[in-house]
């Protein structure tokens, strides 16, 4: 939805998560609890707007329908009859539109150029996903279990996930090795350009991952290195990890932020920054030194 801090938002840059209510206006790089969002668009204090949703349906004299939820499927029923693969030869496609798909992941670097994939990605010229370019999460048998579609023109939201009644973006994390270091990132795309670089990096689907997620780093004997955007989002979910990574007793996290001078991790890729020197420079220590030397207070 347009931002509620800034005006003439057309790019709709505020994103609210229906699930856990988190919000984050990446316009006016601000982000908070679903209380704090009632606060803001009803011009009320805090503990108002937080009484006001813990009270409102208490008080309410309509029946409550109760909903009950299916558990999400494990495997994707989608139809991909449409989708065009994308590699690092689509450059002599016929199709004009697949062309532009190139071009776009050519120009952000997003492929592997040292070892050449078959059907790294893919272009939807039809359904759902019409005009989008797809993002695969595949299985070493190559099996798609999950993937993100891209906008390649105008259309809106710039990213769609598939249906969560059949596998929710909170349990997937994008392929990555086992039994060595994993550097945590938002999206695929920035994972991607880790990888590319040498990095063994995945996705959590956002800043803010799930115990699943986590649970499953832990269990393919996985250290974590946050690799999150310098933003609000990325601060909170990192302290989230923290408190994760203790609860489940594993070993202690590193931080290594994304270069000052860029958005994210594609495109310092894209500007061809050496992905790899910075990562071993700057990877730390997630602890109180870091805390303190970079003006983060504990929770």
């Given at each position: 939805?347009?931002?509620?801090?800034?005006?003439?938002?057309?790019?709709?840059?505020?994103?609210?998560?229906?699930?856990?209510?988190?919000?984050?206006?990446?316009?006016?790089?601000?982000?908070?609890?679903?209380?704090q969002?009632?606060?803001?668009?009803?011009?009320?204090?805090?503990?108002?707007?937080?009484?006001?949703?813990?009270?409102?349906?208490?008080?309410?004299?309509?029946?409550?329908?109760?909903h009950?939820?299916?558990?999400?499927?494990?495997?994707?029923?989608?139809?991909?009859?449409?989708?065009?693969?994308?590699?690092?030869?689509?450059?002599?496609?016929?199709?004009?539109?697949?062309?532009?798909?190139?071009?776009?992941?050519?120009?952000?670097?997003?492929?592997?150029?040292?070892?050449?994939?078959?059907?790294?990605?893919?272009?939807?010229?039809?359904?759902?996903?019409?005009?989008?370019?797809?993002?695969?999460?595949?299985?070493?048998?190559?099996?798609?279990?999950?993937?993100?579609?891209?906008?390649?023109?105008?259309?809106?939201?710039?990213?769609?996930n598939?249906?969560?009644?059949?596998?929710?973006?909170?349990?997937?994390?994008?392929?990555?090795?086992?039994?060595?270091?994993?550097?945590?990132?938002?999206?695929?795309?920035?994972?991607?350009?880790?990888?590319?670089?040498?990095?063994?990096?995945?996705?959590?689907?956002?800043?803010s991952?799930?115990?699943?997620?986590?649970?499953?780093?832990?269990?393919?004997?996985?250290?974590?290195?946050?690799?999150?955007?310098?933003?609000?989002?990325?601060?909170?979910g990192?302290?989230?990890?923290?408190?994760?990574?203790?609860?489940?007793?594993?070993?202690?996290?590193?931080i290594?932020?994304?270069?000052?001078?860029?958005?994210?991790?594609n495109?310092?890729?894209?500007?061809?920054?050496?992905?790899?020197?910075?990562?071993?420079?700057t990877?730390?220590?997630?602890?109180?030194?870091?805390?303190?030397?970079?003006?983060?207070?504990?929770?």
């Open positions: 939805m347009p931002s509620i801090f800034v005006n003439d938002d057309w790019k709709k840059k505020l994103s609210i998560n229906i699930s856990t209510g988190m919000w984050q206006d990446f316009k006016a790089h601000k982000a908070g609890n679903f209380a969002f009632v606060a803001q668009v009803e011009d009320i204090p805090y503990k108002r707007a937080e009484s006001k949703i813990l009270f409102e349906t208490m008080l309410d004299d309509h029946p409550t329908v109760q009950t939820q299916e558990p999400a499927k494990s495997s994707l029923d989608v139809d991909t009859s449409s989708w065009i693969p994308i590699d690092i030869h689509s450059c002599y496609s016929k199709n004009e539109s697949v062309q532009l798909a190139w071009k776009y992941l050519w120009d952000r670097k997003l492929f592997n150029t040292e070892d050449a994939e078959d059907e790294p990605f893919y272009f939807a010229t039809d359904g759902d996903y019409k005009n989008r370019i797809i993002i695969p999460f595949k299985k070493p048998n190559g099996k798609i279990y999950f993937f993100q579609a891209r906008a390649l023109f105008d259309e809106f939201p710039k990213y769609l598939p249906d969560s009644t059949q596998v929710r973006a909170s349990t997937v994390l994008y392929p990555f090795k086992s039994d060595e270091p994993v550097y945590l990132c938002e999206g695929p795309l920035d994972a991607i350009s880790l990888q590319n670089a040498g990095i063994n990096a995945t996705a959590t689907m956002g800043s991952p799930s115990r699943t997620q986590i649970e499953t780093i832990k269990d393919m004997n996985c250290s974590i290195v946050i690799a999150y955007d310098n933003d609000v989002a990325g601060n909170m990192t302290e989230k990890i923290e408190r994760m990574r203790k609860d489940l007793m594993m070993p202690a996290i590193k290594c932020p994304v270069p000052s001078r860029y958005k994210d991790w495109d310092a890729a894209a500007d061809n920054f050496d992905l790899k020197r910075y990562i071993h420079q990877t730390q220590d997630y602890d109180i030194e870091y805390l303190i030397n970079t003006h983060i207070e504990p929770r």
